[in-house]
């Protein structure tokens, strides 16, 4: 006797928008507990976030994957595939992966792995040839789970607050 799959993947659909935004604000609130400059989302980034993710589950230009437990029905995971033109370093148009969540209690069973993998297919069927992520620096599981799979640091992007830069810029040192 053959048993069902645990959890399928498959293409969000427009009634998977209310799971996908909690499932946004559990991963903002994980951002925030990385690191503390990373501020929770505001009703209007929730606002915003909203208007986003119902662009991207009507866009066929972007890839919007979920993992859904097939015993409840429920999402228990999701990441969102979109295609970014060539820009810096890049030379291509590329793929670029964000906001990948697995609920915790749904971790190590492949599902981060099976999500990277539907949207990298996604960019393959398009002729993409490079796949992008970003992730929090202070964040080492991440880290680990994206080299794991594949990923190598390339471009690194740095933030200062504007005061402190100047700060930095105006003392003793500011000028080497």
Known sequence: ???????????????DLEEMLQMRG????HFADSD?????LSPKSMADARALYTRRIESTAVSCAVAEHTATGTLVGMAIG??????????????????VWVEPAHRHNGLCRALTRYVTVFFLERGLEQVGLSYLFANEKAARTWTRLGFVPFNVSAYAGTRALLDQLDGPNGGT
């Open 1 to 15: 006797m053959q048993t069902k799959p645990a959890y399928r993947i498959r293409e969000a659909i427009p009634s």
């Open 26 to 29: 559990r991963l903002q609130d």
């Open 36 to 40: 503390e400059r990373v501020l929770p």
């Open 82 to 99: 979109s295609i970014h033109p060539p820009e810096g370093p890049v030379r291509s148009p590329s793929g670029h992966i964000d906001d």
